[in-house]
Nanobody, 124 residues
Framework: VQLQASGGGLVQAGGSLRLSCAAS????????MAWFRQAPGKEREFVAA????????YYSDSVTGRFTISGDNTKNAVNLQMNGLKPEDTAVYYC??????????????????WGQGTLVTVSS
């Protein structure tokens, strides 16, 4: 499965962005779908995911209530709607797909396929 992320950019604090991740070479909905992010000088961290077995969504505490992850089966894609952006949301955002069990949903190790990343910059 190949993943291609898009939609990053520069936005002011309080603004919104919508990231998209298009898949090819496989049906994305058969996998757990997730977004991670990596800020400068920091480790890559979990942001949000959809678990394939129950289609429930999971979020990190830092984005709960502001970000929404959703799958688009017609486009074989996963989206991340980001509202109420803060400067601390500035990072390169990566989409990912994997087949792990629920306990690995928030872990980098739970994902076999990664997109190339798209930069989100939030100015104060």
């Amino acid at each position: 499965v190949q993943l291609q992320a898009s939609g990053g950019g520069l936005v002011q604090a309080g603004g919104s962005l919508r990231l998209s991740c298009a898949a090819s070479g496989g049906t994305l909905s058969r996998y757990n779908m997730a977004w991670f992010r990596q800020a400068p000088g920091k480790e890559r961290e979990f942001v949000a995911a959809v678990y394939r077995n129950n289609h429930r969504t999971y979020y990190s505490d830092s984005v709960t209530g502001r970000f929404t992850i959703s799958g688009d089966n017609t486009k074989n894609a996963v989206n991340l709607q980001m509202n109420g952006l803060k400067p601390e949301d500035t990072a390169v955002y990566y989409c990912a797909a994997g087949s792990s069990v629920l306990s690995y949903l928030r872990s980098l190790r739970g994902y076999n396929y990664w997109g190339q990343g798209t930069l989100v910059t939030v100015s104060s």
